[in-house]
């Protein structure tokens, strides 16, 4: 009875895709493709050494306070440990970030689209942009970027060497930051390596065949690229502290969401598609590295992988009727089937990619730094 189910969520996703111009093609869907091992990316060695330094250098924010790194941090699995994300100072974010370890796997012809509403689905320059750019995220306006950055001879330097001579620009950066990204990819994963324990093994049995994991988290990077409604419960603090509720609602309308004042809710790939059928849809996050990125789900609302496993265990979260998707169902898995999936799932993360920021000589030109004077 499974087969209906996911013909029907593939039809109407492709036409509500089909609309959204800017995103991935969705795969076609014949099944779910298997779970395997990541082929390798090759990326340029000059230019991924500046994209790392330009990831952590917060001149390039509008105040020159913060940087990628403020909120991917390297120390924290390229995410922050905390349910709900900071934001531009003003401002304050309303979603957990996924960790940026793979995410040069996703976009283009992955058919993978970036953010939890799946709302970008081309290029990493285009993904650099939208987070260079975005008032409530770097809100950096990129010809003062250009020239902050041509004031400081180690870029100048460094752009020199990696582009032939050119110097800062910033098409350039938008390029640059993306082969750092690149080189952002697990190492040494149990499970690409065939290095599975017992228990884990039992956990992948039970991944692909009782507990149906593998129907919505499949290929290489355990997603399918698509958006579905799991009944994750809301993060209350959305709209309780003004701050981040005022993010939100400029959020919903830089998207065009007509309704955007009355909703108490993360209205996920609503927020693309306009369709209500769509509410409370969010994209089927990668399962690798798991390790170090909790808290899980869109809004940190799951702490631990033990209670993510119990909640699918459920059947997942409560929602209005016909929202949830229907593969969602109590599982009547028993502690120790809950117990081998969760090896299972750690059996995906790899080395700890953590590194100490290079903290960049911010007098060329001189900018005050409130956030460090403060922290
Ligand atoms: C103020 C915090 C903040 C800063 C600064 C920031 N990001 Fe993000 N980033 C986020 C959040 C939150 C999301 C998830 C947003 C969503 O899904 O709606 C995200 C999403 C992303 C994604 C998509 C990941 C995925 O798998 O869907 C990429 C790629 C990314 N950021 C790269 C960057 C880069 C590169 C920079 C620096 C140019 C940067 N970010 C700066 C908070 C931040
Ligand atoms: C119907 C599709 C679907 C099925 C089946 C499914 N998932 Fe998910 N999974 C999702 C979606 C969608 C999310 C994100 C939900 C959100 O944030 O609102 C998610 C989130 C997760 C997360 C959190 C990852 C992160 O980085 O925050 C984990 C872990 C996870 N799922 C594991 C599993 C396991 C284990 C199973 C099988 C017991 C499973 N999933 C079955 C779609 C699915």
């Keep these: 009875m499974e087969l209906p189910v996911k013909l029907r969520l593939s039809c109407v996703l492709a036409s509500a895709l089909a609309a959204a111009s800017f995103m991935a093609a969705p795969p076609s869907w014949a099944g779910p493709p298997d779970i395997g091992p990541l082929p390798e990316i090759k990326y340029d060695e000059k230019k991924a050494a500046l994209g790392k330094r330009l990831f952590s250098d ?21 995410t922050k440990r905390a349910p709900l994300h900071i934001a531009y100072p003003g401002s304050d974010h309303f979603r957990n970030a996924p960790t940026l370890i793979n995410t040069a796997h996703k976009g283009g012809k992955s ?33 003062i970027m250009q020239e902050r950055l041509k004031q400081d001879p180690v870029y100048v330097q460094m752009f020199k060497d990696a582009w032939d001579g050119k110097e800062p620009a910033n098409g350039r950066v938008r390029d640059s930051i993306p082969e750092f990204l690149k080189s952002l990819v697990s190492k040494n994963v149990p499970f690409d390596q065939g290095k599975l324990s017992s228990d884990a093994k039992a956990g992948m049995e039970l991944f692909k065949g009782k507990a149906g994991c593998i129907n919505c988290h499949n290929g290489v990077l355990f997603t399918d690229g698509k958006p ?21 609602i400029t959020f919903m309308f830089s998207l065009g969401v007509e309704d955007r004042f009355n909703w108490r809710r993360d209205i996920g790939y609503m927020t693309v598609s306009h369709d209500e059928k769509d509410l409370g849809k969010f994209i089927t996050p990668g399962l690798r590295e798991l390790k170090y990125t909790a808290p899980y789900m869109h809004n940190g609302m799951i702490a631990t992988l033990d209670d993510v496993v119990e909640f699918y265990n459920q059947g997942g979260g409560e929602d209005r009727p ?7 169902k109590p599982l009547g898995l028993s502690a120790a089937e809950k117990k081998s999936l969760v090896a299972f799932l750690l059996s995906l993360s790899g080395d700890d990619l953590a590194y100490e920021p290079e903290k960049p000589n911010l007098s060329y030109p001189a900018i005050p730094n409130w956030y460090e004077a403060k922290n």
């Design 58 to 78: 917060p001149r390039l924010s509008g105040d020159a306070a913060i940087s990628c790194a403020s909120c991917h941090d390297p120390k924290e699995g390229f």
């Design 111 to 143: 058919g993978i689209p970036w953010h939890w509403d799946v709302r970008i689905g081309t290029s990493l320059n285009d993904m650099t942009r939208d987070m260079l750019t975005e008032s409530y995220v770097m809100n950096m306006d990129m010809r």
């Design 228 to 248: 579905h409604n799991t009944g994750v419960p809301e993060n209350p603090e959305v709209f309780k502290n003004p701050a981040r509720h005022l993010t939100y």
């Design 322 to 328: 016909g929202l949830k998707d229907g593969l969602m």
